[in-house]
């Protein structure tokens, strides 16, 4: 059982409801544990988010995601960080039967990685869902505007309310999801001034990703950032060249092995020669 401290020492829920319309809220995704070690210091909340399924495994979109993957990425993350509210979204399929079956799964994932919260892409059909689940002690993050679990319906990856009927869809989405008892809402891929207009009409934060820095928090896949691929959508700020590094340090170790300079000898062992009066009495 994790103890006392470590729940005091992690960001909460209610602390992030209360951060509405104060300091922006610093998010980032995180899939393993070396990188939440290294995000936790900066991030209120560390999401470990079904991108996964694209950005690790390589995945066409994230609809091929299963719960035990969802586990296993939240396990590693909860181990690696100490201060960040972790939030595991739930897989396409998991969750939008019914409200039992939401609630089967997100204890499942709440039990078996130690997260606080989890997010779900809250369409017309699952406010009902998020107040089914808070009422029962579930913390829950809604996701409207693009849903990437939509990617079929969808027909891609498409920026959401730039037409009248869809800035009522997504206005309505937000606003059925803050009063369902969400304790945040992911806000991807809308116009700038739909983006504000939710953030106005809504108690609970907004994190935005490619929406607007009226947003009461902002989140980007920490991959992206990063810069460790060739193309990135057009909202995302790359802070960092990893592919570039990661291509560099590759290259230059290739050559070091083709011309026998690595290992050099400081990085290989010695043999230790047995001592001789040692082999002397066994004899
Ligand atoms: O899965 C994810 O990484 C997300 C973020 C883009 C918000 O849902």
Redesign the pocket.
């Given at each position: 059982m994790s103890s006392q401290t470590e729940h005091a020492a992690r960001m909460t829920s209610p602390q992030i409801m209360a951060r509405k319309g104060g300091e922006p809220l610093v998010?980032l995704?995180a899939y393993d544990a070396p990188t939440a070690a290294i995000l936790d210091a900066h991030c209120d909340i560390l999401?470990v988010?079904?991108?996964?399924g694209m950005?690790v495994h390589g995945l066409p979109s994230?609809v091929g995601v299963t719960l035990e993957m969802m586990i296993l990425h939240g396990q590693a993350v909860m181990r690696g960080s100490k201060r960040a509210l972790v939030v595991v979204?739930l897989p396409f399929g998991s969750y939008e039967a019914s409200a039992e079956q939401a609630y089967y799964t997100a204890s499942r994932v709440l039990k078996e990685t130690g997260c606080q919260a989890i997010?779900v892409?809250s369409g017309p059909a699952i406010a009902s869902t998020i107040a089914f689940l808070t009422q029962r002690g579930i913390p829950v993050m809604g996701?409207v505007g693009l849903r990437?679990q939509a990617v079929h319906v969808d027909g891609g990856f498409k920026a959401k309310g730039r037409t009248v009927q869809e800035r009522t869809r997504v206005l309505f989405e937000a606003q059925s999801a803050d009063e369902a008892g969400a304790f945040a809402i992911?806000v991807?891929g809308v116009a700038a001034s739909l983006a504000a207009e939710i953030t106005k009409s809504v108690s609970a934060p907004t994190?935005g990703?490619g929406a607007s820095p009226a947003c009461d928090g902002q989140?980007?896949?920490t991959d992206d950032m990063l810069g460790r691929f060739d193309w990135t959508p057009k909202f995302v700020r790359r802070y960092a060249d990893l592919r570039g590094e990661i291509d560099r340090a590759a290259a230059a170790y290739a050559a070091d092995v083709k011309a026998r300079r690595f290992p050099a000898a400081s990085e290989t062992y010695a043999f230790k020669k047995p001592r001789v009066d040692v082999v002397d009495e066994q004899g």
């Open positions: 998010c995704t999401l988010g079904d991108s996964v950005v994230t979204d997010k892409e996701h990437p992911v991807e994190i990703i989140i980007l896949v």
